[in-house]
């Protein structure tokens, strides 16, 4: 079946600007997991779902990031005034429910000029 | 604070020959570690897992391999092959399905 997908695949943007990055999951997949990686680094936890509500937001670095996931599928992840320390791969996962693996989707690269 | 530790950037390994992948952490409320493969412009590909009630998972070439005591695992790729190189993560939870805490990765080279 279909894998965790994520979009855009590529995000250019301006300083100070709003981006919108999408993940979708593995169908039937309870659990949803935001990540980042710098380069260089190893991704980074930032919050993880459990159906529509957020279970750990304890890594999201600030409040210009936040995500919403409605309906218990789809997530989006909100970051508000970008900053050029903001440009990383964004990687989403999803697993079958909280004590199962976890699978990647293929990143989101945002870069913040 | 990096509470998972891969120390070898990269490694380079003949064809048939075995690879060993280390990785350290220093939370021994870690109770589950994994390790991921990854390829350039994709996602991390789940590989293999352990609990800590074990101290050896094999799957195939793959096997994980478990120290508590030294807060050590690593990973034997037997026998190597091109097409296992890859960046490899090692990561760990303190449960299953938790948030994970991922290593800085080792770029693995096997040569033909």
């Known amino acids: 079946g279909a894998g965790v997908s994520q979009t855009p695949s590529n995000k250019v943007t301006e300083k100070g600007k709003y981006v919108e990055l999408r993940c979708d999951p593995i169908?039937?997949?309870?659990?949803l997991y935001w990540y980042r990686q710098s380069l260089g680094q190893g991704p980074e936890f930032l919050i993880y779902?459990?159906?529509?509500?957020?279970?750990?937001d304890s890594g999201l670095p600030n409040d210009r990031f936040f995500a919403v996931r409605p309906e218990g599928s789809v997530s989006t992840l909100k970051i508000q005034r970008t900053e050029r320390g903001d440009s990383a791969v964004y990687l989403c996962a999803s697993s079958l429910s909280m004590d199962e693996t976890q699978y990647f989707g293929p990143g989101t690269r945002l870069l913040v000029l | 604070d990096q509470q998972v530790k891969q120390n070898s950037p990269s490694l380079s390994v003949q064809e048939g020959r075995i690879s060993i992948l280390n990785c350290d952490y220093t939370n021994s409320m870690f109770d589950y570690f994994l390790w991921y493969k990854k390829y350039p412009a994709e996602g991390p590909t789940f590989l293999i897992s352990?609990?800590?009630?074990?101290d050896k998972n094999e799957d195939g070439r793959f096997t994980v391999f478990l120290n508590k005591s030294a807060k050590h695992l690593s990973l034997h790729i037997v026998p190597s092959q091109p097409g296992d190189s890859a960046v490899y993560f090692c990561a760990a939870s303190r449960e299953s399905g938790y948030a994970l805490n991922f290593g800085k990765g080792t770029s693995l080279l096997v040569t033909p």
């Open positions: 352990i609990s800590s009630i074990k």
């Open positions: 779902f459990q159906g529509t509500g957020a279970a750990d």
């Open positions: 169908s039937g997949h309870t659990a």
